[in-house]
């Protein structure tokens, strides 16, 4: 049986497959504005059933990984004997 994890509960919360644009938000911690935009923008592929609109969770985490990560910038090693020592 699959208990869910006490470290990550909205995911363990949400089924398998597709998701709605308000679990979405919650997991990804945006406003449904916001969800709302970025579909109607095509940043978010989505599934359309009738009225409903469905997400693949999998596939929008990689998008939004992808799209938005912020890969951290190189240190640039501090040369020798450019300070002063006391």
């Given amino acids: 049986m699959n208990t869910p994890s006490p470290t990550d509960p909205i995911t363990s919360s949400l ?35 009738g009225k409903s609109i469905r997400y693949d969770l999998a596939e929008i985490e990689a998008t939004l990984h992808e799209r938005f990560h912020v890969r951290p910038k190189a240190r640039k090693l501090a040369s020798t004997g450019t300070r002063s020592q006391a």
């Fill in 15 to 49: 089924p398998a497959g597709k998701i709605n644009r308000k679990q979405l938000a919650a997991h990804c911690g945006l406003s449904l504005r916001y969800i709302d935009e970025l579909t109607r923008n095509g940043v978010l592929g989505h599934f359309k059933i």
